[in-house]
């Protein structure tokens, strides 16, 4: 159980293009969805927390108006970066959190590598 | 501001051995402690997840946490080349987004 998945895993998009990336939890309703941005060597950098039917909550720094996030149902959250330039290049997860009485837990999608050229 | 310290490694340990991870903790707020595995090009994997103070244990693995040091590990037996990724070791309190360390590079050697 506990499974999440990503869409696409992989995407190459042209500088000024739009892409959107899809977070599902497979198995179980997530009410919160975290996204996180992961350059290479470097650590994972959380972008937002994403609430089912509320705006997302932006971590400082993260322009809210360039990575729009959504979060439409228990099971699925999108990302979308708008405008992509070379350096949104990244590598893209998202999380979802799995709530049971007093434990929770946080599991990671697969993650979708973006090149923007 | 909360933080979450690992040392980056790498940590080398010969096949068979015990790899002994570490993790410091600033928030005394934080409830939850998870361990993660990552290997190189993928995402996270939750491995172990603790709660209360001790040790907790599943399988190859033993998670510790002394509440009172802010101190969190992971022990690792029979290390196996399989094993060697980088390790985060992430704290919260419920409900709350995760503080992640950097994490730790382990290399098992054969």
């Known amino acids: 159980g506990a499974v999440v998945s990503q869409h696409p895993s992989w995407v190459i998009c042209k500088s000024g293009t739009s892409v959107k990336i899809e977070c599902r939890s497979l198995?179980?309703?997530?009410?919160?969805m975290f996204w996180y941005r992961q350059f290479p060597k470097q650590s994972l950098m959380l972008m937002a927390t994403?609430?089912?039917?509320?705006?997302?909550?932006?971590e400082q720094g993260v322009e809210k108006d360039k990575f729009l996030i959504n979060h439409a149902s228990l099971t699925l959250s999108t990302l979308t970066v708008t405008s992509a330039h070379p350096e949104d290049s990244s590598f893209y997860i998202c999380?979802?959190?799995?709530?049971?009485?007093?434990?929770?837990?946080?599991?990671f999608g697969p993650g979708t590598r973006l090149t923007v050229t | 501001q909360k933080e979450v310290e690992q040392n980056s490694g790498p940590l080398s340990v010969p096949e068979g051995a015990i790899a002994s991870l570490n993790c410091t903790y600033s928030?005394?707020?934080?409830?939850?402690f998870f361990w993660y595995r990552q290997y190189s090009g993928k995402s996270p994997e939750l491995i172990m997840f603790?709660?209360?103070?001790g040790d907790k244990e599943d399988g190859r693995f033993t998670a510790q946490l002394n509440k009172a040091s802010q101190y969190v590990s992971l022990l690792i037996r029979d290390s196996q080349p399989s094993d060697s990724a980088t390790y985060l070791c992430?704290?919260?309190?419920?409900?709350?987004?995760?503080?992640f360390g950097t994490g730790t590079r382990l290399q098992v050697f054969p």
């Open positions: 999380s979802a959190s799995l709530t049971s009485g007093y434990s929770y837990e946080q599991y």
């Open positions: 198995d179980f309703q997530a009410t919160t």
């Open positions: 994403s609430n089912e039917g509320s705006k997302a909550t932006y």
């Open positions: 928030d005394r707020g934080s409830q939850s």
């Open positions: 603790i709660y209360s103070n």
């Open positions: 992430a704290g919260g309190a419920l409900t709350d987004k995760l503080i």
